[in-house]
């Protein structure tokens, strides 16, 4: 009994440490896809989610997108090894995400 208790404990403070990192990446080409942005942070390490944010009356990209990495040590080495690297013409501009500032819809 006490070792089952001990279990679930475990469990539940692996999930908490568990915590995905949300990357920005900037300066996309207007032709990436979401499959595409994944393939590049795949290299680093598993890709839980890759969007490139797009206009929502237009539906084109805007140019930017967010990948999300469960593991800091991976994302962290995409970030180091992909910000200022050229992607499909452009030079990548990639850092930790941030909460939104100001104007919040």
Not at 36 to 48: A, I, M, N, P, R
Not at 76 to 91: S, V
């Amino acid at each position: 009994m006490m070792l089952s208790i001990l279990d679930k404990l475990s469990d539940k403070f692996k999930l908490r440490r568990s915590v995905i990192l949300n990357i920005y990446c900037a300066n996309l080409a207007y032709t990436c896809t979401d499959e595409q942005l994944k393939d590049v942070f795949s290299e680093y390490g598993e890709v839980t989610s890759a969007k490139i944010i797009t206009d929502r009356e237009t539906r084109r990209s805007r140019g930017f997108g967010f990948v999300e990495m469960p593991s800091a040590e991976d994302a962290n080495k995409a970030i180091e090894a992909l910000n200022g690297e050229e992607f499909q013409g452009r030079k990548l501009v990639v850092n930790e995400s941030r909460p939104r500032e100001g104007n919040n819809r």
